[in-house]
């Protein structure tokens, strides 16, 4: 399954292909073609409503059509998929429309991708000034990563080598990259939307030649119940302005039900000033292993903030939980007993991965920590560099001039991080979560602070 997504003369096609194409069907009520490759066009983009679509003629002897990715050329569209014969031989092949999808010439064979046996090759292609980039997937004993090509007429492609490995052990994309889908901005920004493999939501990356990325992290993550609970996959961008897409995506619920489901707009260059995640260091990886099976209940209860809470530290002296906190959080040091980072286990997994975010999303506006997200069977984890400081309350006694400008500038962050985020309420889809609303309470309840010190 997969999606493929382009704006062509006034309309905008998707392909789609597999499960995609039944979880279409589905929800209009009607049963789904498990092999075929669709073009349907979108007729409203506020519903994402697409009609039945037109089936693409696929090359004798393909069983199954894993991957596909549309691009608009002047008066023609071009598709790319990727084929599986009955002996598991994966190719990449390319048709052109004259007639923005209605009808296809016979498909090609790509030339100079010949795969590997086991090829993911899950396309995307995009129009450069000089030709047609494309990333896809290959994968080795240890998972996908994605590389990328480039051509001048798109069926005789040359490789350019890795584009985006897989991360660290513990990263969200520890377990591989897959599925990439890359949009460019006005000026020529490229970002890479991709499944990461350990924390199956969708991460991105963000590249100006398109060989060479600097990864973001993960950008949209899995609801803890709903239709994408268990798996956020094909991402695909639908671009709609000169630096903003839709990001649609594939859902999978606990039953393993897929669906069609978007994020919504996505700033492009908001995301590609996002910070790059801090790497993780071995000895974080090995001291959240240490957390997770070493910590007993007692510490991990939120604390009644009346009485001395309990605090975790290991044997080795290399864990250390700091209090005060509603949520678990410890100091990490590596062998050398520098400090290494802090991780934070947060209620559950959507809190840590909705502050990453945040995190992420205010540091346009105000100096935050470098953070990444830990994942290990499903759980996550916010890992953050460790900060030293003086406790606020410590400098309101030993130095009120300083205190007084420390607050004074938060106030200052958190108002201008407040009036570029806060959307209406009404905006919202669902029911409000008050969580990205935090910026806004801080930053009135420090200018209030800062008022009421002043004599
Ligand atoms: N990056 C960091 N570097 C050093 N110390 C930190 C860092 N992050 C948190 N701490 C320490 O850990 C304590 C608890 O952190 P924090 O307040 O973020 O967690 P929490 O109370 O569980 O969550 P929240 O306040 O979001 O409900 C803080 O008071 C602070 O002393
Ligand atoms: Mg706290």
């Known amino acids: 399954m997969a999606v493929g997504a382009a704006q062509h003369l006034g309309r905008i096609l998707l392909v789609v292909t597999g499960d995609t194409a039944d979880a279409l069907e ?50 023609d569209l071009h598709v790319w998929f990727s084929g599986v014969s009955a002996e598991g031989h994966r190719r990449l092949h390319h048709a052109v429309s004259a007639d923005s999808g209605a009808t296809w010439s016979p498909p090609n064979t790509v030339v100079g991708l010949e ?3 086991g090829q993911g090759l899950s396309p995307s292609v995009l129009r450069r000034r000089d030709g047609w980039l494309m990333w896809y997937v290959s994968h080795d004993n240890r998972g996908r990563r994605v590389f990328v090509a ?41 970002v890479m939307a991709c499944g ?3 924390s199956r939501s969708v991460a991105a990356a963000v590249s100006r030649d398109g060989v060479t990325w600097r990864k973001l992290g993960p ?39 897929w669906s069609f489901l978007t994020t919504g707009r996505v700033d492009l ?63 990490v040091r590596d062998g050398h007993g520098h400090p290494a980072g802090v991780v934070k286990l947060g209620r559950d997994r959507a809190s840590a991965e909705r502050e990453f975010s945040g995190l992420q999303t205010l540091a346009r506006f105000y100096p935050v920590p470098a953070a990444t997200l830990h994942y290990r069977q499903g759980r996550a984890a ?15 006694a030993a130095d009120p001039n300083r205190f007084e400008t420390v607050l004074g500038d938060i106030a200052d962050h958190l ?9 209406p309420a009404c905006d919202l889809d669902g029911p409000p979560d008050h969580t990205e609303e935090t910026p806004a309470v801080l930053a009135a309840w420090a200018a209030e602070l800062v008022a009421r010190l002043r004599p």
């Open 269 to 331: 260059a908001a995301l590609a000033t996002r910070p790059s995640p801090l790497p993780l260091a071995t000895a974080v990886d090995t001291a959240i292993t240490h957390i997770r099976s070493a910590v007993t209940a007692d510490y991990l209860a939120e604390p009644d903030y009346h009485r001395p809470a309990l605090v975790y530290r290991s044997p080795d002296g290399r864990v250390e939980q700091l209090r005060p906190s509603t949520s678990p959080v410890f100091a």
């Open 196 to 198: 990461a493999g350990s």
């Open 382 to 396: 916010l890992v953050m560099e460790h900060l030293d400081g003086v406790p606020l309350a410590g400098l309101a």
């Open 115 to 117: 795969p590997l046996a």
């Open 219 to 257: 950008i949209h993550h899995r609801r803890l119940t709903g239709p994408d609970s268990r798996c956020i996959w094909y991402p695909v961008w639908l671009p709609n302005g000169p630096d903003t897409a839709d990001l649609l995506y594939a859902g999978q619920d606990d039953r393993g039900r």
């Open 415 to 423: 108002a201008t991080a407040a009036q570029n985020n806060l959307m």
């Open 150 to 190: 480039r051509s001048v007429g798109g069926l005789v492609w040359q490789r350019l080598g890795a584009a985006l490995d897989r991360g660290e052990p513990g990263s969200a994309d520890a377990d591989g990259v897959d599925c990439p889908a890359v949009v460019g901005t006005a000026d020529g920004i490229l």
């Open 26 to 75: 589905s929800r209009r009520g009607r049963g789904g073609d498990s092999t075929g490759l669709r073009i349907m066009t979108m007729t409203s983009t506020v519903a994402y409503a697409v009609d039945a679509g037109v089936r693409m003629p696929i090359p004798p002897g393909v069983v199954a059509v894993p991957g596909a990715s549309l691009a608009s050329d002047g008066e």
